[in-house]
């Protein structure tokens, strides 16, 4: 794998430099770029551990959905609706009170807007990855909506900057601290976020809950003679990765994004991109803490590339190619492995 890995990653970097020259920039500058925006000039490695952090929540969400064969791709919406909700709490209050309570309601929204996909799946038999996925179009326009003067949910004129679309600032002593540590500030939803990945891992390998969610993703009919409910499974499972999505929210915005403020597009694909690092680290959770860095890093680096000069748009193309190339191994490897079974079995 690690083999694979550096080769994919090496053509995608040789495509990258190919496509910078080929625009006029200058193709010296891609890998330098990334390097010191994502790890190297000073400050660079906190701001990447902290973006780690909700990629890896949203990733655990996943995770726990998939050992039942369950595919949860409204991550994206789930995080929009935990973050509101945590900002209607946070942005009326000050304290250490108002901001554990408003991480927690965060945490709530997200578990009960995944519970709604949950819902239409084991009662009216819709596919949750339709219903998730649908409902994250939804999240976009209510919280956009939460931000109108049609609103007094998260509508906060008075203390607007110049009358933008935008929630009301956290209070300074209603924010999450930071650890101040060689030079670098790493959010404290950075510790907190890898303690969550451990007890995930806890529940899944080292209890019953665990283990009957193996049972029921393995074959729901033995689990169901076993006295093991699928819809009680599934329910708590994708309440669970919800809830991990909210709390990626909150922990978005009571870190600082957007200014402390809630915007439109706060998400900024976190979402979306914390369902590929499940993917990547092929639903090993301690495996997903390593490949989040991956992503962060992507993240914080390409940002750096961007102010070499390089058009916003090859950027983007830039930072996809080595998404890809991420992808690419394990969907190599899972490939291989389903030829070989096939070919096992034809010769049987």
Known sequence: ??????LFI???????????????????????????????????????????????LVALGAIVATRMN?????QE???LIGAASAAMIATRGSGIFILIFSILIGALGGAIWSSVAAVLKYWRKVPEVVSTLLMVFIATQLTGFLLTKKSLLLD???????????SGQLAANTRLPYIHIFGNDISIAVPISVCIALIVVFLLNRTIWGFKLDMVGMNARVAQRFGVSERSAGIIA????????????????TSGTANYRYTPGFANNVGWEGLLVALVSRNQPLVAVVIALVFAGLRTGSSFLASTGIQREIVDVVRALLVLALLLPPAYVFLRGN?????????K
């Open 339 to 347: 030829l070989h079974r096939d070919k096992n079995r034809g010769g």
């Open 156 to 166: 906060r004129s008075a203390d607007r900057p110049n009358k933008t679309q935008t």
């Open 238 to 253: 994708l309440a669970i990765g919800g809830a991990l999505a909210g709390l990626a929210g909150s922990f978005m915005f």
């Open 70 to 74: 369950l595919v949860n791709i409204g």
């Open 1 to 6: 794998m690690v083999c694979l890995y550096t």
């Open 77 to 79: 919406g789930q995080l």
């Open 10 to 56: 090496g053509i995608a970097l040789i495509a990258s430099a190919v496509l910078v020259w080929a625009t006029g920039g200058d193709w010296r500058a891609v890998l330098p770029a990334l390097i010191n925006g994502s790890i190297a000039k000073p400050g660079r490695w906190g701001q990447t551990l902290t973006e780690a952090a909700p990629l890896l």
